[in-house]
């Protein structure tokens, strides 16, 4: 198992359009990206994160280069952001 920990700086009066973004390409990532298990939106005060469980690290690499994500996540979201996302992988022990 793997993850992808997308942090996003949005404000907090932009972070009801970032969920809709989240919402509206939950299923498809589900359903269509190879590896794809999970996705979860976390927020905190200082920040809103994307948890996505894949089922493998090349799986996750894989998705970050695809149009699902490069073009509507990213187009999406962009206006929404204060800075660029933070992205990091993590591989499970």
């Known amino acids: 198992m793997a993850y992808l920990e997308i942090t996003l700086q949005v404000d ?13 390409y939950k299923q498809p990532f589900l359903d269509t990206v190879p590896g794809a298990r999970s996705k ?3 927020v905190r005060d ?6 996505h469980g894949f089922e493998t690290v090349a799986d996750a690499k894989a998705y970050l280069a ?6 509507d996540v990213v187009g999406g979201l962009s ?8 992205v990091r992988l993590y591989d499970t022990a």
């Open 12 to 24: 907090p009066v932009n972070r009801v359009a970032a969920a809709g973004v989240y919402e509206k």
């Open 40 to 42: 979860e939106l976390l």
């Open 46 to 51: 200082e920040d809103v994160q994307v948890l």
């Open 66 to 71: 695809s149009d699902l994500f490069t073009r």
């Open 79 to 86: 206006p929404l952001l204060k800075a660029a996302p933070d």
